[in-house]
């Protein structure tokens, strides 16, 4: 249970390489899957990597899945510069490179907003804004306490109630953990919905946009 | 553009591709048909179009459209080029949106950043990937999709796996009964 097939992924894929990542129990996650409609177009903003097993998972539904890979993104190392907000949201629109019109129906954050201090995050909730709709519903990693620290890892998708969790190549970037009362001030266009504490501190939430 | 055939010129690579010029995960498109290889020392700006297949180690800046055959872009090929094959296997590095009408392959080594339009997507691990994904599976995979979401089972959870526990929960708006997508 605490290893996954990895390898491949995709309708109909191949054999899978050996285990290279642990999971995690989720029981929010379900709840977001329960409310997608099989006969209409889902729209996904996964903020981190493309993995095997997520592209696996929503390969089951017809969708738009928009990998953004904000993990790697030059824009968590401006944050730490002499950039403004309005700049920073300027380089996140440019990079997260959205077709205008997308509208995303489920967006996965992982634990990406607390790699974004409290200006790269308001600059974060800016930019995405017009690709949200009233119902967007979204997925985070908070913190109950400011001590709690993030690993540098990178998450996927294994089944609806099961997160992948495989340590990220690469030095980690600096991290600023957001408790569950900052981040609903700093990420304005979401309201958590739901939250759960997990036993290494951190806090599972579900959100749904606040347009 | 890749009548290679008829040139009576020596090209310095435009021969049927070998197993070792792909990675071995890559079975060569002459298992279907013949095949045009772009070579390593090959530089293309243009448009390319044509009834086979094609392999590319080489760089090709443009657009590619081999609509009923296969293009491989293997380890050392760069592509900056949309795409559109029946099938698209790549182990090197496209910048580009991608249509592969029956599939699309990103082998570990394949670095892309586009948008890619496939009723089936393969994904090996360690692949780089930026952009959007269109899947549509079908009507078998959408009667799988209506089956109940299963729930956890606490005795089959293995000890390295995190259990969670509620610490704030009771959102009207989780009352709504409203589908994600619309509809």
Known sequence: MNSLNTGTAGVGFTPAQPPLSRTQQTLLFPTLVKKINPDRRLSVLEIGPALPETIAFFSQYKCRLHFAAMYTDPVLKMQSEEYSEAELAEEITRSLDFKTGTRFDMCLFWDFLNYLDDKALRAFNKAIKPYLHKTTRAHAFTVRTLSTSFSNQQYGIEQAHMFSIRPRQGKQARTTPHTQAILVNLLSNFDIDQGMLLPDGRLEVLMTASL | MFDKHRNSKPEPKVSQPQADNFTATAS???????????????????????????????????????????????????????????????????????????????????????????????????????????????????????APVKKPVEKAVDKAVEKPKVVASGNPKENKSYSLNGG
């Open chain 2, 28 to 146: 060569t498109p002459a298992a279907s048909g013949r095949a045009a290889l772009i070579g390593p020392g090959i530089r293309i700006n243009g448009d390319i179009s044509g009834d086979e297949n094609l392999v590319i180690e080489g760089k090709v800046e443009g657009k590619i459209r081999l609509d009923l055959h296969q293009v491989e872009v293997g380890q050392t090929g760069c592509v900056n080029a949309d795409i559109t094959a029946k099938v698209i296997k790549i182990a090197g590095e496209v910048r580009g949106d991608i249509n592969g009408t029956e599939k699309v392959i990103i082998l570990r080594s394949g670095n892309v950043h586009g948008n890619i339009v496939a009723p089936r997507m393969t994904l090996e691990d360690g692949a780089i990937f930026k952009g959007s994904i269109d899947m549509d599976p079908g009507e078998e995979a959408k009667a799988t999709v209506a």
